[in-house]
């Protein structure tokens, strides 16, 4: 058997990009290397999520993996994204100069992968999608069932009560979700933390903070490394 290939997680910080590690880190293929997240200034928080910095700094000594933050000044244009996350594919190839992929929890939006493969063929990147064209009604139950365990951060109230926000990722949810929402959240009616589970080395301790819409749109809720 061949030596198994290096491949970069794109970590949102979600369940989808932890399934992704999941996937892979349990393909003999493939060795993950790290983590590489876009961060927005001057909220020090992972764009459209609304992680905290420093849970997201949690979660990556949590899973034992080093992480490459791209920074992006907020509101952000495709431009200013491509730019940034250009950077910090170099900053990985100084790093682990034969790395030349790089995985993404896209389940099947064939325009956003499209996108992404196109930007990654431009910094002679490839794309690795592990779980594409799975169903995600299977998915979400078999990540709650394996242990995994998230918190939903946004909602777009145009697709899914705000009421949702702030509420665990687990088999209650999924039975509450209405028929046209996606179990997985793929056409951006949620988002989520993803903070205890088997490639975890200890669960995060967070709090609830505050929830709040914002764009009159996004209801957001705030979640905290605990201190005490």
């Known amino acids: 058997m061949s030596a198994p290939r290096d491949v970069l997680i794109a970590w949102s910080g979600g369940k989808d990009c932890l399934m992704a590690l999941a996937r892979l880190a349990a393909d003999p293929r493939w060795r993950v ?37 791209s920074e992006l000044d907020w509101p952000a244009s495709d431009a200013s994204y491509e730019t940034a996350f250009a950077a910090s594919l170099a900053v990985a190839r100084d790093r682990w100069p034969e790395l030349d992929r790089i995985a993404f929890g896209d389940l099947f939006l064939a325009d956003v992968r499209a996108w992404r493969e196109a930007l990654l063929q431009r910094c002679g990147w490839h ?47 999924l039975d ?10 793929e056409h951006g009616e949620f988002h989520t933390l993803s903070h205890a589970g088997p490639l975890f080395a200890a669960p995060l301790r967070l709090e609830r903070g505050i929830s709040i819409r914002r764009e009159e749109r996004f209801q957001y809720t705030d979640f905290a490394l605990t201190t005490d």
């Open 33 to 69: 290397v790290g983590l590489l997240t876009t961060v927005t200034r001057p909220f020090d928080r992972v764009a459209m999520h609304g992680i905290r910095r420093d849970v997201l700094l949690a979660q990556a000594r949590a899973l034992q993996l080093p992480l490459i933050e």
């Open 127 to 173: 794309g690795v999608f592990p779980l594409w064209g799975e169903d995600t009604a299977r998915l979400a139950r078999a990540f709650v069932a394996a242990g995994y365990r998230a918190v939903l951060t946004c909602v777009d109230t145009t697709q899914l009560d705000a009421d949702f926000a702030g509420r665990d990722f687990d088999a209650a949810l």
């Open 176 to 185: 509450a979700l209405p028929a046209a929402c996606d179990p997985c959240g």
